[in-house]
């Protein structure tokens, strides 16, 4: 496991822009030679389920988006620094929610995804989330 801390997160119009970003550090001394990490979000209050919208194979940097978010979110990643990078354009106000950031060892690209078949992929390391606030 690693930690991971998001940062980035504010209040904005609809229309706006902003741009996350998640440090990871290693816990133990020891970091996996590629990941897979990602974002995802939950709306506050009762009902809303945890969406997955972006993911990145540090490997090769291949991206991955839910259709949601696709043409309008950009995931990214800086092996060098440990981080990636979420860029949120056009933000509307049903993309308001608390963003986390994922992370799991991969060894190859097709390890790398948000969902087959309906079910969620696993990811063992979590950050605490950052609050993106989209008002009409």
């Known amino acids: 496991q690693v930690e991971l801390v998001e940062s980035g997160g504010g209040s904005v119009q609809a229309g706006g822009s902003l741009r996350l970003s998640c440090t990871l550090s290693a816990i133990s001394g020891y970091t996996a030679k590629s990941y897979c990490m990602a974002w995802f979000r939950q709306a506050p209050g009762q009902g809303h389920e945890r969406e997955g919208v972006a993911a990145i194979y540090t490997g090769d940097g291949s991206p991955y988006y839910s259709d949601s978010v696709k043409g309008r979110f950009t995931v990214s990643h800086d092996n060098a620094k440990n981080m990636m990078y979420l860029q949120m354009n056009n933000l509307k106000p049903e993309d308001a929610a608390i963003y986390y950031c994922?992370?799991?060892?991969?060894?190859?690209?097709?390890?790398?995804?948000?969902?087959?078949?309906?079910?969620?992929?696993?990811?063992?390391?979590w950050g605490a989330g950052t609050q993106v606030i989209v008002s009409s």
């Open positions: 994922a992370a799991d060892a991969a060894n190859f690209g097709y390890e790398c995804y948000l969902d087959a078949d309906g079910a969620p992929r696993y990811f063992g390391s």
